[in-house]
Antibody
Framework: QVQLQESGPGLVKPSEALSLTCSVSGGSISSYFWSWIRQPPGEGLEWIGYIYYSGSTNYNPSLKSRVTISVDTSKNQFFLKLSSVTAADTAVYYC????????????????WGPGTLVAVSS | DIQMTQSPSSLSASVGDRVTITCRASQSISNYLNWYQQIPGKAPKILMYAASSLQSGVPSRFRGSGSGTDFTLTISSLQPEDSATYYCQQSYDTPWTFGQGTKVEIK
């Protein structure tokens, strides 16, 4: 059973960078896409971006200028860095696996971490 | 970006009721539509993918339908454990986008 676990600081100061790690266990990080998704308190879900195990990335244009997602296949981990944060970046951050089979419509987030709340405050 | 609009935003129904949630895409997405269930304090869980394919382990009372721009999630007989917020999500094109959610409460 694949399991994901987010880790990182729960409090970040405005204008600083938010950095999170997602550790994958129970399966290899290879051959899949891995995403970060966030949810502000009481609000809906926003996809931040994904990384393929090979290192190729795709980011949400709304955050693209501030986001970097990277991967370390040797540690079965991938990472999120969000720069110049403001209070609007306060959210629960989830990491998730994207299941995709070629161009089939059967593609979706099939495994999620429990989420980690990151608050932006001085 | 493809906008996803769900209705209603919330509903209250009794155990055993049939419940229907709709999701509309701002452009045609064929059947590239997923449904997730989120219980408060938990991560979302995949219920349905490709509009009408039931994820393994999900009860058969959940049914998805639709294609193009209009989609429906139906719970045939509402159970207490179905109290949650439900989100649709398009997988047609990035940025992948979600509906705003429909909160289902048990009367």
């Amino acid at each position: 059973q694949v399991q994901l676990q987010e880790s990182g600081p729960g409090l970040v100061k405005p204008s600083e960078a938010l950095s999170l790690t997602c550790s994958v266990s129970g399966g290899s990080i290879s051959s899949y896409f891995w995403s970060w998704i966030r949810q502000p308190p009481g609000e809906g879900l926003e996809w931040i971006g994904y990384i393929y195990y090979s290192g190729s990335t795709n980011y949400n244009p709304s955050l693209k200028s501030r986001v970097t997602i990277s991967v370390d296949t040797s540690k079965n981990q991938f990472f999120l860095k969000l720069s110049s944060v403001t209070a609007a970046d306060t959210a629960v951050y989830y990491c998730a696996r994207w299941y995709a089979s070629g161009s089939s419509p059967s593609r979706h987030f099939d495994y999620w971490g429990p989420g980690t709340l990151v608050a932006v405050s001085s | 970006d493809i906008q996803m609009t769900q209705s209603p935003s919330s509903l209250s129904a009794s155990v055993g009721d049939r419940v229907t949630i709709t999701c509309r895409a701002s452009q045609s997405i064929s059947n590239y539509l997923n449904w997730y269930q989120q219980i408060p304090g938990k991560a979302p869980k995949i219920l349905m993918y490709a509009a009408s394919s039931l994820q393994s382990g999900v009860p058969s009372r959940f049914r998805g339908s639709g294609s193009g721009t209009d989609f429906t999630l139906t719970i045939s007989s509402l159970q207490p454990e179905d109290s949650a917020t439900y989100y649709c999500q398009q997988s047609y094109d990035t940025p992948w986008t979600f509906g705003q959610g429909t909160k289902v409460e048990i009367k």
